[in-house]
T-cell receptor, first 113, second 116 residues
Framework: DGGITQSPKYLFRKEGQNVTLSCEQN?????MYWYRQDPGQGLRLIYY???????QKGDIAEGYSVSREKKESFPLTVTSAQKNPTAFYLCASSIQGNTYEQYFGPGTRLTVT | RKEVEQDPGPFNVPEGATVAFNCTYS??????FFWYRQDCRKEPKLLMSVYSSGNEDGRFTAQLNRASQYISLLIRDSKLSDSATYLCVVNWGVIGGGTSYGKLTFGQGTILTVHP
């Protein structure tokens, strides 16, 4: 089955530690995105990548880093510099072109204490 | 003013009711419009795209008014399974390089609860 997978579903970390969230897709989509969602708020764009080896900052990139070494994979690292890392992180992908519809993975719920 | 604004609700309606959600957007250059549905603690899923002429998918009808920068979603004959958060989503095209990959901006969502 084609889709987007994120792992793990729940993640707990101590403050000051970096943590990497996985996102893999087998939809052959060119573009991939990372969002965070906080309670009662809409999704906010962290980073996006249009093609392999290229990525751009979104609206709230501070404290995060990404890589895009393979078309299928777009991991997100939440660094210790991110002041409020506890959130629901969602990865999405879309095909190149005019449709703009994005398809989401199941998300990773990160809790930092 | 928020880029995409929705009434957060919650809307509590009985089964069989008709309910309408509204959404306004601030950027007149917006090109594409969507409604996504998000169940509690799950990822958003595309419900339907919104076209200028309006479009219908079963019990769901979406309307777009570009002049007023306004989008609506109408749900007829509500079912218990319609209970979810409905996200209004707007795209205004190019993020970079002249190729549009769809920078989506999400509203905060409208909560719908359908009760027996």
């Amino acid at each position: 089955d084609g889709g987007i997978t994120q792992s793990p579903k729940y993640l707990f970390r101590k403050e000051g530690q970096n943590v990497t969230l996985s996102c893999e897709q087998n939809l052959n989509h060119d573009a991939m995105y990372w969002y965070r969602q906080d309670p009662g708020q809409g999704l906010r764009l962290i980073y996006y990548s249009q093609i392999v080896n290229d990525f751009q900052k979104g609206d709230i990139a501070e404290g995060y880093s990404v890589s895009r070494e393979k078309k299928e994979s777009f991991p997100l690292t939440v660094t210790s510099a991110q002041k409020n890392p506890t959130a629901f992180y969602l990865c999405a992908s879309s095909i190149q072109g005019n449709t703009y519809e994005q398809y989401f993975g199941p998300g990773t719920r990160l809790t930092v204490t | 003013r928020k880029e995409v604004e929705q009434d957060p609700g919650p809307f509590n309606v009985p089964e069989g009711a008709t309910v309408a959600f509204n959404c306004t957007y601030s950027n007149s250059a917006s090109q594409s419009f969507f409604w996504y549905r998000q169940d509690c603690r799950k990822e958003p899923k595309l419900l339907m795209s919104v076209y200028s002429s309006g479009n219908e998918d079963g019990r769901f009808t979406a309307q777009l008014n570009r002049a007023s920068q306004y989008i609506s979603l109408l749900i007829r004959d509500s079912k218990l399974s319609d209970s979810a958060t409905y996200l209004c989503v707007v795209n205004w095209g190019v993020i970079g390089g002249g190729t549009s990959y769809g920078k989506l901006t999400f509203g905060q969502g409208t909560i719908l609860t359908v009760h027996p």
